[in-house]
Each structure stands twice: as structure tokens, then as C-alpha cells.
């Protein structure tokens, strides 16, 4: 299934202890502690079959699981959430707008052709071009130049924003502050390209010309695996563990939890929600559980006069017993939610919604204070991806604690769905999620509240909220742009602009005969280069 | 008749074909269905020498078919089964023998011609195949050999063109020629006893008069002895020795052909020969028999024939069934009032 | 026979055209109806428009009239036609892989699973059709008209999951836990899922699970017209030849009893290959069913229209193959 | 040459060797042949199988089924929607307060598969009637009429035909936009058709060519009177028998239709939908797939045990 709400998203720890104990940090090599586990080997990991393995031509977690292991861009994501340089030796800016890039040397492609400032240039250039219709092209919008790139017909082919200083350095103007820069450009579609593969994108999308730590061995075997092997060439200090990773395509994850069973996998990071408890039992010495930064959510359409109340919003919030609904349905693979921002992000705060408890009582009384609920409530969900049996529990829990009538529309595809949503034809709460394309908690904001944003498809509009995740864009530091952005996610409490729901977990399997260690971050899921193999394995 | 003919040579040397070939007694068939238990055939007793033809004459459904089936030991089982009687051929019990013996005896010495060939032959496979499969399975001849002899059958049963015909299904020849294919088929491993169940019924009928020849004059050079079923009167005038009517799964009266035609002496047998068109009566109405043969599950007590009897009485109603009474010379009916019967005319 | 079978082929024509025009049609009114597809290509995120547009047109869905609610779009299955016929283009799934791609990397899994099912389904059907044909009304007939009836009414996907769980991954594991046993039976006929180390032996449980409905299909047939013929008179005359029984059986009966079999087979074909959704599912074999089964879903209307009606031409092609296949069997039939 | 049996009905010979060694039972051949020729055949049928077990027992079974899809009230007074999974209801086993135990979602279990039979049956009822009707109108006219007709009538369903039944059900499911049984129903019915098309119009012109309909024809019967008196009642018997299985096979479908994605949505209650929702936790709670896995193959069985019985009794040349 391509295209869905990336479930799948990244993972890391969600409490501080888990992740000191679930996680080795191999990036920072020589000093410190000796990562557990050993290199070699060969590990067998589940996916799905990818949409595309051109870095900036797909946006869905199989395509990243891969071009995760086969790129290396100017930054990458790590564990303890931010992001490291790799390729880059400096992303500098004075203003949050101008931003000077300088590149280490001595990266090559896999073809011999050495990764520069023109790599990175053309790359982008290809990605933002309107004509082209890559999935990542969105990802530029923040660079001047795009918007000339997307008229019909265009008039740039190139990003007026990025100018090359020399073959290793280069600036990019952004359109306005953002202080997420170097975060951002961690996201695969910021992946520099080699000219070679530019002049046949076909060919480099079945055998990419990569240059990550690792390469596929042969050529993408569609619905069957993408086989890679280390490449010797590759100069990064960031070490990788297995000799080969074997990524095994199952059509389901309830297939590839039958191949775990039968021991054709090594590492399964999908099970089946009804499957859980019962891996959970066997597998107790091969499990790895914790929280991932995927957020459902309950959207509002504020276009319906019926939720202008936000004691109507909030009696609905307070009304889910969250925590109920996990596990009965959802087979506990979720925590319940109180607040809009995944506790794996600095400046999460546990508490940021004050209406998330489950409180009937209070519910019904603020329902009645704005004046009771009258007809039905139709809730809506996209079809095909098991949302119809949480949303029943969900409408039952809203009939017996505020006596309102339900009825289900779950019978949308994802694209009638989201044109639903975008043509304010929503007639009730809706449900969608989100998962984060950056490590700035900023991720979880701009897009889903500010005013007109493309993923705001409540219509909320705020002018404070837009205005301090402003501030909070062009704040000097990291540090005191979170401080913003708490402001501006405490106005989304008041105003309880979405009903968050829960946050997701990831319960991971692995066979501790063959892995030593995983290795998660918050964005990229996991990273199986980064994954340590037991002794002998 | 070509001059090839290792086939019969033998037969007719043989010189244990004399007596009597086949010896049916006290034969018993009753069908087991869901409507009851059906007497197919309620002691039947007769036999067959050898170069001799016997008529067994009756209506559909009288036992006729399942008597011989019974001799061949090819009833459907279920629901059919014999439960009396002894089928001797050379004096030997077949229904003791088990079902290796007795496949050994069914075309070897015993065989037996259908009446629609068309369905009796196999639709699938060419005539050649079904002719050669009698010589592979019971002589262990090969193929080629099986084929050469299918074509000697073929044209010993006057088959134009044999040598081109084995090649062709059942369904590509005419119903005489089918026939004759079937007559070849019994005819193949040189039996002794051959059982002909109406023949010549599906047949049109100047083709019926050259199936009816042909047989006549293959059984008179084998010396077989030829039980031949039908309910065609006419037939059975030109080529029987004897004849044995049948009624109601029974014989009720045996005589050397003449004698039936002359003096018959059963109130059936009568009725049958009035029923049939006469030149020499040409102008007279044809009698027909009253009313409808009895249900096999439901056979009326007393003589089978009564309710349509015009000679019946309160005795005929009665049990028991009427014995074969010996009304002359090798002449025997089983009608309590056969003397009536006989003089009325 | 040479112009009954053109004449056949000439037909085939209609009814190709006829089932891609109603796949066009469907495909279509999905579109008009439930909007762009390709835009859930980009999730949660909106995508700049300019991209979503030309990413639509180089989809071959940028016709004006899959806005316009029930119009049958004749022009652009013009264009379809015209692509196809003319210059072998059966257009791309929204990933831009040509579906001829697809096809010829997802076919043979599903030809061999097809052909697994249907050896299967052929191979004990007929035994277990013959077993029960010859014991009519006896234990054995009831046996298999219970245990056939009870393959057809279990939903496949139960059966499916519960063959691959308890037997493939179970009984597996305790295979795989048996030193010495050779890889093709612990990890090829008894892997838990199709694995591409065993392309063949591990579409061996896959395809008895998909036969297994086919399978009670033809044990049935092939009883119940095996009771017809056993009756039928030159049944009778074959044992009147004094044969023994088995041949009676083996040559005279099953012959004319497979006819209706095989008849069954060729519509048979099709409905596997189409049917293999839920199989090839649960084992997670790279066949058609499931790219189909997705693009239905995605609205990738070129992988539909192109893989369904390649199956309506194997289906076509089957049928005229059985037609053949059954003057041979009977030579009563003759086509002309 | 005559034929001795000159008295009584006459029988064909292409039926005298059968005939020869079955006794009759019953005469059915009397009368005028042509006007009710089945009477005797249904009449006949009728009569042995309320003698069989295999007809019997799930004829019975389905007639429990139907009274739970028609008067569920009086199985259980439970609601099959007044769930909950707050307070530990989910998931429990069976119990005297629950007799099938409770969902994952916390509802009734034994009151989801009651209320379950209304939309599985209705879905199964509707499908089979629809496809009675419009495969057994085409094939009719096809087979009636011949020519042209028949061959376009023919062409299009090859068309349907040829199309994946699954596949095709989903294509046309994925384009209408509401699911309820009706829907469902369509979209059996569109895919099909076809093969009571394919048998009505083999009947039609087998009935077409015997000898009492020629003679009718002869008579100058009209055109809708040699259909419906004539050729109608011969035809009817296998479809009949086909319709039965049809309702177990749709049953069956409407479970696998739901499991994809495709069929009944919830808060429907449907067996389907009972096996989609808990088809992962059989490891764990075997009666949550088992309960509702049952209810389906024991539909499907009966009815295709009924249609086997149903066969056995009509063809008279199986008798």
C-alpha cells in the first residue's frame, strides 16, 4: 500500500530509560562506550514493497527504510533526536535565511563520480521542478525560486535560492526564517544525485547510483527483496554493522510475522495489533518496544457550526476513554495522546492538553453547558487501513457518555478521502494522522494549524498561533524557538483544535541469535545499518 | 466371407459342442430400489444347445433383458441381484464361480450383443480399439496383432473396407453397420453360446432382415447356441428353434417354433400372435391386449397374466401361480386352462 | 477445425474490447466520482499543485472528463486502444513501473501457483472423484461428499490462515528443528510464507490451499458423472467383454467421465488466476492478484484494465483450449 | 412388424434400457404431455427427499438460520450494538452472562451472530434472486431466439464472464460509494449472472427441440406461450439446483467481500464483518473466528447440501 499515513514512522525511546538501554549510539565511533554486538553477518529484515527508490520520487516509510541504508546526505538523524553532519562539514546561517553549506571531500558516488555542491544542486533542482512531479518536491517550498518552478508553464528550471560557492560549498536563501533548516535537510528528498543517474532516472531506480555505506547488491527485486551489501568505497565515520541486509518485501505484515515465526526474517518492526500479545509471550527475549512519533488525531471541521463551541470540542475529547480503545482494539500497540506533539521531540511537554483525561462526567457536563448535541454525528475515516473497528468503539464510547447517535463513514478511499477533507465536505470529526519529516517539533505545527497551511484540513485559523510558531521560525536558536512553539501548541489547547487521540508505539521482534541491537530514530524508524549483530550470528 | 478363417475352424471342430450348452433353472432376480423390492424374474428355467436358437419373447419389462444380464453376470448390483436358481454352462454352476472365473467365461465362451449400439459401443474410442481390446486382454495379443484381428472380424461381418474402418468411432458408422460391429465384438473370441438381446429393434427394417441373416448364418457355421431376446414375433418365425414367452418375469409357454405358431397354448402367446399384422388375415382388425403389464413390485397374485386375461376365472386369482403344464411333445404352457386355450381358435 | 478456431479468435475480439470498456467504464466513474487518485500519492501532505497535475497528466489522468460524473470517456479509451494495439503501451502504475513490467515480474509466480492448484485439484480430485463414484452410498462416497462440501463452504482466507499458521509455521518450525532435513522441504515446501529461495516448492502449500476449493469442485464432477456413466450401456458391454473391472473403470468410464471435468478446468483457469487474491495474500506470493487488488484500491487504473483483461484473455484462450480439448476427448464432437 | 406392446403409453427406446430394468414407479407419463410435465417431476422429487437426511437436516438448519435473520428479537433480547470495551468487556469467553462471550469490542457476541444472519442471508437471498432473474431473462432470449440475439446475448456474457468474480466484485464495489447489502448484493449479481445465463440458454434449447414443444409449436402455440408453458417448466430444474449452491457460495462471498475491504462496514452486523474483526486473535480466543466461521460453513453446507438433494431428486436420469 503506498501512500498511507507513514505508520511505520520513526522510533526511539519514549522515556529516557528505555532509551539508554534500547539504543547504542555507533555514530560517535572511537570514544565513549564500545557499541554491544559485533559487524558481519548477513540480517534479513521485513518491508514492503517501496514506491520508488529515488530519493526525492516517493515520501512513504518503505522507500525511506531503503534509501536510508544507500544515501548519505548533508545531515542525518539520530537517536537522541537532531540531526549530525555527515557529508556536511558546516550548515551556518547568521539569519535562519541564508544559509552557507560547506561539504566535506572525498565522498563518491558508486559510480566514481564524487559527491559536490553540483551533486546536491542538481538533485534539488530535479526534485522542485513542477514538470517533473517528484513526491518530495514540497519539501522546497521554503527555498526562493521554488514558487517561478511551479507555474505552468515554469519559469525557472533551477532554484533561484541555491547558488554555488565552489565544488564544496554552496548557500541557499530561504523565503523566510526557519530555524529547522539544518534539520530539515536530513529528509531524503535533500539527497545529493549523481549525473549518471539524472540521465537515466529509470535505471537509477532500480539500481541506484548511491553513496551510502551501503549499495543494493543487484538490481530491486519488485515485490520480492532489495538485497545490500556494504559499499567498500564509502568514507563517512559513521560505522554500519551487517555485511549484508537482506529486505524481504511482504505484501502484509501479518505474512511477514507468519516468516518470523518460520525464521525467514531476522527483524520484524511491524506486528499485527491482534498479534501483539501473543508475540509478546513467545518472543520475550526478542522484543523491543517503544514509542514512535506517529499522532492520531480526531479532526474538527470548524467549518461546521455545530463544533464552534470549544466546550463541544472538549466534552468529545473528554468523553474517549483513550486508553480503553487501545487496548481492546487496538491491541495496546498505542499511547494514549495529551498533546500535539510526540513525547519523543524536545519541548514535549506530557501534560500540553488539559482535556485528554478520560472524564465522562465532566463531559457530559460541559456538553450540556454549550447546550447539548442535537442529530446524528457521522464520524469518517479512510477505508482499507482497519480504522472502522476503533472508530465503532470510539462512536460507542461518545453515545454512552454524551447520548449521541453515531454513524460510520469508513468507506473512502485515502485520495476521495483527503479530497473530501480539502473540499470542507467533512460532516463530522475526522480521523487522520501525522508523522513528523523533521526533528524539530516544529514539524507537528506549521502544517496542521497555520492559517491556510496544506495539511490544515480543519480550516482552523488562529492569527496568535500563526504568529508565535513565526517567532518561533525566526528564534536565534533551537532552544528558544521551542519555547515559542510551547506557546503557540498551549493555544491549540485552548482552543482544542484536534481531539489528539494517541501516539504510536513500535513493538519490534528480532532474533537475539542474529541481532545484538537496534537502532531507532525519530524520524528515519529503524535504521538496520546501525543495527549491531549478536556474536557469531 | 473371406477365406480367412482361423476363427471358426476351430469352433466348429470342437466336438463337446453338442448337448446342451447352457442350462438356465429356477433363476431368481429381484431388484431392491427405493419404490420396493421389484421380481424382476420369478424362476426361469431353460436352456440352449449348442447350434440351436431359442426366442425368448415378452414385452418390455417382462425380465427378458435382466435374465440374460443375470447369464452374462453384468446386472447392476446394486440394485440388482439373483437370488435363486443355478446358470450352468457345460454344467457348470457360473453363479458359484467367482468374478475372475467368471470374467474368463463372459466373451470366451459366453457373449452377448446389445440392442442399440450405438450406446453399447463406446463413443470414445475407435471400433478397432474396442474389436483389438477382446484380443490384448483375454489372448495377450499385442496391438498390432489385436488390430489386424479387428479387421478379419470386420470383414467377417462384411464390413466394407475394414482396413480403413477400425480407425473409426462408433459414431461415424451407419446403425447396421453398427451393428454388425457389435456382432463382431461377440462373435471375436468364438463363443459358444451367444445371446443376441433385440438385436434388430433399432434397426430399419430391410436392415433388420440382413442383421437377422448374417446372425443366422455365422451361428449355423460356429454351431453357437443363440438366445435370442426379442418381442418381435416376426423375427422370431424366420430364425428360432424354440420359443420361450415370458410374462411378468415367468415363462409361461415353451415350444419348438412351429408348435407356438400353430396351436398356441397360453392366453398371452395367443393375444401376441393376434396383435401381429397377418397378409393372409390382411382386412381383419387387430386385436390388442387389454390394459398394462404388471408393476414388478406389485405382480398379481395367482397367474401375472389374469387381469388382462379374457380366459381368466376366480382360479387364476388366485395363488398359486399356475405351473408349466406339458401340453405335448417338448410344449408346455402355464395356463391352469390351456386345453381351452388351445381349441379355441 | 482451422475456421472454427479463427471464427473463436475472430469472437474474442468483442469480447476483449467489451470487457476493457467495462473495466475503462468503472475505473472511470471511480474517478469521477471519488476524485484524483494520485493525490494520495503525497499522505497528509498537500502537494504544490503544479507537481500534482503533471504528475496526473504524465498518469495518463488528466482527461477533463473524469471530472464529469458518468461520462463515459470514449475519447480516452480511444487513447487507451490506441496505446495498446498500436504501440504496446499498457501505460505505468502510479510509480511509473509499466505495467508490462508488472506483469512480466508477477505472472509467473501466479502461473506456477495456478498450475500447482490445478495439478492438484486434478490429481486427487479425480481419485478422490473415482473413490467416491465407486463406493456410491458407501462410507467412502459420504466421506468425501462431506469433507468436499466442508472445502468449499470454508471461507479460503480461514482456511489460508489457519494452513499457513498451524502447518506451514508450526509443524515447520519443528521440521526446521530437525537436523539433517533438507532445506527444500524446511524452508521450501514448509516455509511459513513463498520465500525466493524456493520459488517453486514453497508455492506448494499456496496452491493446495487454492486448489482446495477447485478440488471438492472436481471431486464432485467427476463422481457424479462417473454415476452416469457407470450405468451407461457400454459400460455394460465392456464388462460384457469379460474385462476386468479396473479397466472397465480406468478406460471406459473415467474417458467419457473427464469430459465434464475438463470443461470445468477451463473456466477454472481464469478464476484462479483472479481468485488467487486472498491466497497469495496470506502467503505473501509477489503474484497478480495482488498487484490488481491494489491498484484497485490506489485507482491505478492502467494496472486494472491491463492485468484484468489479461486475465479475460486467458480466460478466452482456456475455454477455446478445453473446446479443443474436448473434440479430442470426444471425437463425437466435431467443430466446423 | 409391430410392436407387441401396443396398448399403454408408449416409451421412447432411447429410454428401454433403463426402463427395462427399473421398474416404474408410478406412472408419470400419462396425461397430456408438455402441459405440466413437472408436476410430476417436483411432485415426485418432493416425496423423496423429505425421506433423505442429507436434504432434511440442513433444510432444517437453514430454516433456523432464516428465523434469525427475520425475527432475531425472539433468539436473544440483547442489542448486538450496545458495546462497550471500557470496564474489561472486551474480549471476554463465553459465560452465562454472554454465552458466545463478548467482542473485541465488547458487544454480544451471540447477539452479533444472531442479528449477523439478518444482513449475510439478505445479501445471499437477494444476490441469488437477481441473478435468477436477469441470468435466466438472458439466457432465455438467447437461447429462445437465437441468431443475432443470441450471439450478442452471448458476446456479453463472455464478457462478464471472463472478468474475475473477486476482482470484478471489487472493481465495481470500489465505485459505489455506500456498502450496504444491497450494494453487495449488485455486485454479486453483476458478476454472477453469467453462468445461469450459460445454463438457462443450453436448457432453453435443449427443451426447444423436443418432440412436445415442436409439436406445440406445430399447433401454432404463440411465442410466449411455447416460452412459458412450454420451454420454461424443463428449463427451470437446474437452475433451480444451481440458485441453492448460489446461496451458500454468496454467503461465503459476502465474508470474503467484507475480509477485503469491500463488503459490509461497521456498526453492520454481518458474519463477515464478525470474521474481519477478529480473524487476528484466534490464537489467543480461537471462538471469536470460531463462532462466526461456524455460522458461515454451516449456511454454505446446507445449502449445497440442499442443492446436491435437490439435483439427485430432479435429474431423473440419476434416479
Avoid at chain 1, 402 to 430: R, S
Avoid at chain 1, 523 to 528: H, R, S, T
Avoid at chain 4, 175 to 187: S, Y
Wanted: glycine share 8%.
Amino acid at each position: 500500500m503506498r501512500a498511507r499515513f507513514p505508520v511505520k514512522l520513526a522510533a526511539a525511546a519514549a522515556a529516557t530509560a528505555l532509551l539508554a538501554t534500547a539504543s547504542a549510539c555507533a555514530s560517535d565511533g572511537g570514544g565513549g562506550e564500545e557499541p554491544e554486538g559485533t559487524t558481519g553477518g548477513t540480517l534479513r529484515v521485513f518491508l514492503s514493497e517501496p514506491d520508488s527508490l529515488m530519493p526525492s520520487g516517493a515520501n512513504d516509510s518503505e522507500s525511506n527504510q531503503v534509501i536510508t541504508e544507500i544515501y548519505r546526505g548533508l545531515t542525518k538523524n539520530v537517536i537522541e533526536g537532531g540531526v549530525e553532519n555527515i557529508i556536511a562539514e558546516s550548515i551556518e546561517s547568521e539569519d535562519n535565511i541564508t544559509w552557507n553549506i560547506q561539504l566535506k571531500e572525498g565522498f563518491t558516488f558508486t559510480n566514481g563520480e564524487p559527491v559536490d555542491a553540483d551533486s546536491f544542486i542538481r538533485a534539488w533542482n530535479y526534485a522542485a521542478y513542477g514538470p517533473n512531479a517528484q513526491d518530495g518536491a514540497g519539501f522546497f517550498e521554503r527555498i526562493v525560486g521554488f514558487g517561478e518552478m511551479q507555474a505552468d508553464p515554469p519559469e525557472a528550471e533551477e532554484l533561484s535560492g541555491v547558488t554555488k560557492v565552489d565544488d564544496y560549498s554552496f548557500t541557499v536563501e530561504l523565503s523566510a526564517p526557519f530555524v529547522g533548516f539544518p534539520q530539515t535537510v536530513a529528509y531524503q528528498s535533500f539527497l545529493p544525485l549523481a549525473e549518471a543517474c539524472l540521465a537515466d532516472v529509470d535505471a537509477c531506480n532500480e539500481m541506484p547510483i548511491s553513496n551510502g555505506p551501503y549499495m543494493l547488491a543487484s538490481a530491486w527485486e519488485h515485490d520480492v527483496q532489495v538485497a545490500l551489501v556494504k559499499n567498500p568505497d564509502y568514507i563517512g565515520e559513521d560505522t554500519v554493522f551487517a555485511d549484508e541486509i537482506i529486505m524481504r518485501i511482504f505484501e502484509s505484515s501479518d505474512a511477514a510475522y507468519a516468516a518470523f515465526q518460520g525464521d525467514e526474517l531476522d527483524v520484524i518492526d511491524q506486528i499485527p495489533a491482534e498479534r501483539l500479545a501473543e508475540a509478546e509471550a513467545q518472543f520475550a527475549d526478542g522484543l523491543f518496544q517503544t514509542a514512535n512519533n506517529s499522532l492520531t488525531y480526531l479532526g474538527i471541521p470548524f467549518y461546521d457550526e455545530r463544533f464552534e463551541d470549544v466546550r463541544i470540542r472538549q466534552a468529545f475529547s473528554l468523553a474517549i476513554d483513550r486508553q480503553a480503545i487501545i487496548d481492546a482494539a487496538l491491541g495496546g500497540t498505542q499511547r494514549a495522546a495529551s498533546g500535539w506533539v510526540s513525547p519523543l521531540f524536545e519541548g514535549q511537554r506530557d501534560a500540553a492538553c488539559t482535556t485528554c483525561e478520560y472524564d465522562p462526567e465532566r463531559a457530559a457536563a460541559l456538553l450540556e453547558e454549550a447546550g447539548g448535541w442535537e442529530g446524528e454525528l457521522t464520524l469518517t475515516a479512510n477505508a482499507g487501513a482497519d480504522h472502522e473497528t476503533w472508530m465503532q468503539a470510539l462512536g460507542d464510547q461518545l453515545n454512552q457518555n454524551l447520548g449521541i447517535e453515531y454513524t460510520l463513514d469508513v468507506g473512502q478511499q485515502f485520495a476521495e478521502y483527503l479530497a473530501t477533507l480539502e473540499n470542507q465536505d467533512a460532516v463530522g470529526p475526522f480521523r487522520l494522522g501525522w508523522g513528523p519529516d523533521y526533528a524539530l517539533m516544529e514539524t507537528y505545527l506549521t502544517h496542521l494549524y497555520a492559517t491556510d497551511q496544506s495539511s490544515n484540513y480543519g480550516f482552523y485559523s488562529n492569527p496568535q498561533f500563526d504568529d508565535l510558531v513565526a517567532q518561533g521560525d525566526s528564534a536565534p536558536t533551537e532552544q528558544e524557538a521551542i519555547a515559542l512553539y510551547q506557546q503557540a501548541e498551549d493555544i491549540l489547547n485552548e482552543d482544542m483544535v484536534t481531539i489528539p487521540l494517541w501516539w504510536g508505539t513500535q513493538s519490534v521482534l528480532y532474533n537475539p541469535d542474529v541481532v545484538a541491537e537496534l537502532n531507532f530514530n525519530p524520524i528515519d524508524y529503524e535504521d538496520y545499518g546501525l543495527t549491531t549483530m549478536a556474536a557469531g550470528g | 466371407m473371406t477365406a480367412d478363417v482361423t476363427l471358426d475352424v476351430e469352433g466348429v471342430a470342437d466336438p463337446s459342442r453338442t448337448g446342451p450348452a447352457l442350462e438356465v433353472t429356477d433363476l431368481q432376480v429381484e431388484f431392491r430400489t427405493r419404490a420396493g423390492l421389484a421380481h424382476a424374474v420369478n424362476g426361469v428355467t431353460f436352456h440352449v444347445d449348442a447350434g440351436e436358437t431359442l426366442a425368448i419373447l415378452g414385452e418390455s419389462g417382462c425380465g427378458k433383458s435382466v435374465t440374460a444380464q443375470a447369464v452374462m453376470g453384468i446386472l447392476d448390483s446394486p440394485p440388482g441381484f439373483v437370488t435363486g436358481g443355478q446358470i450352468r454352462y457345460r454344467g457348470k454352476d457360473l453363479l458359484k464361480m467367482s468374478e475372475q472365473q467368471r470374467r474368463a467365461v463372459r466373451a470366451n465362451q459366453i457373449a452377448m450383443i446389445f440392442q442399440d449400439a450405438l450406446s453399447a459401443l463406446n463413443p470414445v474410442f475407435t471400433v478397432g480399439f474396442q474389436l483389438a481390446e477382446l484380443f490384448r486382454k483375454h489372448r495377450g495379443m499385442s496391438r498390432a496383432e489385436g488390430r489386424k484381428r479387428a479387421v478379419e472380424l470386420l470383414d467377417l461381418v462384411r464390413i466394407p473396407a475394414a482396413r480403413q474402418r477400425v480407425r473409426d468411432f462408433p459414431h461415424q458408422f451407419s446403425g447396421g453397420m453398427r451393428q454388425r460391429v457389435m456382432i463382431a465384438m461377440a462373435l471375436a473370441l468364438d463363443p459358444e453360446v451367444l445371446i443376441a438381446d433385440e438385436p434388430t429393434t433399432a434397426l430399419d427394417v430391410t436392415v433388420q432382415a440382413q442383421i437377422m441373416s448374417l446372425l443366422a448364418e455365422l451361428q449355423r457355421e460356429r454351431q453357437m447356441g443363440l438366445i435370442l431376446i426379442t418381442h418381435d414375433m416376426g423375427v422370431v418365425a424366420d430364425v428360432a428353434d424354440r420359443i420361450s414367452v415370458m410374462y411378468a418375469g415367468r415363462m409361461v409357454e415353451q415350444a419348438p417354433v412351429h408348435e407356438v405358431y400353430a396351436r398356441p397354448s397360453h392366453p398371452y402367446t395367443k393375444a401376441l400372435l393376434e396383435s401381429v399384422p397377418r397378409l393372409d388375415q390382411k382386412g381383419r382388425q387387430l386385436s390388442v391386449i387389454q390394459g398394462l403389464p404388471p408393476t414388478l413390485t406389485a405382480i398379481p397374485p395367482g397367474c401375472a397374466f389374469n387381469p388382462r386375461c379374457r380366459y381368466a376365472r376366480e382360479e387364476c386369482r388366485q395363488p398359486p401361480v399356475p405351473p408349466l403344464y406339458e401340453v405335448a411333445d417338448r410344449h408346455a404352457s402355464a395356463c391352469h386352462f390351456w386345453q381351452e386355450v388351445r381349441q379355441d381358435d | 477445425m482451422g475456421r472454427y478456431v479463427i471464427r473463436r479468435l475472430l469472437q474474442f475480439v468483442p469480447t476483449v474490447l467489451g470487457a476493457m470498456f467495462v473495466l475503462h467504464y468503472l475505473t472511470s466513474v471511480a474517478i469521477q466520482f471519488t476524485g484524483n487518485p494520485v493525490r494520495a500519492i503525497f499522505g497528509d501532505r498537500t502537494p504544490p499543485q503544479s507537481v500534482l497535475e503533471n504528475l496526473t497528466r504524465r498518469l495518463g489522468l488528466g482527461d477533463p472528463c473524469l471530472e464529469q460524473p458518468f461520462n463515459p470517456c470514449f475519447s480516452l479509451f480511444g487513447k487507451r486502444l490506441d496505446a495498446i494495439f498500436l504501440h504496446l503501451d499498457f501505460g505505468t502504475d502510479f510509480n511509473e513501473r509499466a505495467v508490462t513490467d508488472i506483469v512480466a515480474g508477477a505472472l509467473p509466480h501466479t502461473a506456477r501457483l495456478t498450475l500447482i492448484a490445478i495439478l492438484f485439484e486434478l490429481v486427487v480430485g479425480i481419485i478422490v472423484g473415482v473413490l467416491a463414484g465407486l463406493r456410491n452410498g458407501g462410507f467412502w462416497d459420504y466421506l468425501v461428499k462431506v469433507s468436499t462440501v466442508l472445502l468449499i463452504a470454508v471461507p479460503v482466507l480461514v482456511l489460508g490462515l489457519l494452513v499457513r499458521d498451524f502447518v506451514n509455521v508450526k509443524f515447520g518450525n519443528v521440521l526446521r528443528g530437525v537436523d539433517g532435513m533438507p532445506e527444500l522441504i524446511s524452508r521450501g515446501f514448509f516455509a511459513p510464507t513463498w520465500s525466493s529461495n524456493h520459488p517453486w516448492a514453497s508455492l506448494l502449500m499456496p496452491g493446495l490451499v487454492l486448489g482446495a476449493l477447485s478440488l471438492a469442485t472436481v471431486a464432485r464432477l467427476t463422481r457424479a458423472s462417473l454415476l452416469e456413466n457407470v450405468r451407461a450401456d457400454y459400460v455394460r458391454t465392456a464388462r460384457a467383454k469379460g474385462l476386468a473391472s479396473n479397466r472397465v473403470v480406468g478406460v471406459h468410464t473415467l474417458r467419457n467421465s473427464l469430459i465434464p471435468v475438463v470443461t470445468f478446468l477451463g473456466t477454472d483457469l481464469g478464476a484462479l488466476m483472479g481468485g488467487a487474491v486472498v491466497t497469495e495474500g496470506i502467503f505473501s506470493v509477489p503474484g497478480i492478484g495482488r498487484q490488481v487488488f491494489a491498484a484497485i484500491f490506489t485507482g491505478e487504473t492502467t494496472v486494472v484494465i491491463g492485468i484484468v483483461t489479461m486475465l479475460v484473455l486467458v480466460y478466452l484462450i482456456a475455454s477455446l483450449a478445453v473446446d479443443m480439448l474436448y473434440a479430442v476427448l470426444d471425437p463425437r464432437i466435431r467443430y466446423d | 412388424m409391430t410392436d407387441v406392446v401396443s396398448s399403454g403409453a408408449a416409451r421412447t427406446s432411447a429410454a428401454g434400457t433403463s426402463l427395462d430394468h427399473t421398474p416404474p414407479s408410478g406412472e408419470v407419463t400419462g396425461g397430456e404431455p408438455g402441459q405440466q410435465p413437472e408436476a410430476g417431476l417436483w411432485g415426485d422429487a418432493r416425496r423423496q427427499l423429505i425421506r433423505k437426511p442429507m436434504f432434511v437436516i440442513p433444510t432444517i438448519f437453514v430454516l433456523i438460520m432464516t428465523s434469525l435473520a427475520v425475527v432475531p428479537f425472539l433468539w436473544t433480547s440483547k442489542d448486538p450494538l450496545a458495546c462497550t470495551v471500557s470496564g474489561g468487556l472486551s474480549r471476554n469467553p463465553p459465560s452465562a452472562e454472554h454465552w458466545f462471550g463478548t467482542s473485541i469490542l465488547g458487544c454480544d457476541y451471540y447477539a452479533q451472530a444472531i442479528y449477523g444472519a439478518r444482513n449475510s442471508l439478505l445479501i445471499a437471498l437477494v444476490g441469488a434472486i437477481g441473478v435468477v432473474l436477469i441470468g435466466g431473462v438472458i439466457g432465455m432470449l438467447a437461447g429462445f431466439f437465437g441468431g443475432w440475439t443470441d450471439a450478442i446475448l452471448s458476446r456479453v456474457t463472455d464478457i462478464f464472464l471472463g472478468l474475475p468474480f473477486l476482482l470484478g466484485a471489487i472493481v465495481f464495489l470500489t465505485v459505489l460509494k455506500t456498502r450496504n447489502p444491497w450494494t453487495i448484493a449488485a455486485a454479486l449479481i453483476i458478476l454472477g449472472w453469467t453462468v445461469i445465463a450459460r445454463i438457462m440458454r443450453g436448457s432453453v434449447i435443449a427443451a426447444k427441440h423436443l418432440d412436445y414443444v415442436q409439436a406445440a409449436k406445430a399447433l401454432g402455440a404463440s411465442r410466449s406461450r411455447l416460452m412459458f408453458r412450454h420451454i420454461l417448466p424443463n428449463a427451470v430444474a437446474p437452475v433451480v439446483v444451481y440458485a441453492t449452491i448460489l446461496l451458500g457460495l454468496f454467503v461465503s462471498a459476502e465474508a470474503t467481500l467484507t475480509f477485503l475491504g469491500v463488503g459490509l462496514q461497521p456498526p453492520s452486523v454481518s458474519w463477515g464483518i464478525m470474521i474481519t474483526q477478529h480473524d487476528g486473535y484466534y490464537h489467543e480466543d480461537p471462538f471469536l473466528l470460531l463462532i462466526p466461521v461456524g455460522f458461515v460453513v454451516g449456511t454454505v453446507l446446507s445449502f449445497i447440501l440442499i442443492g446436491d438433494a435437490l439435483r439427485d431428486a430432479l435429474d431423473p436420469r440419476l434416479r
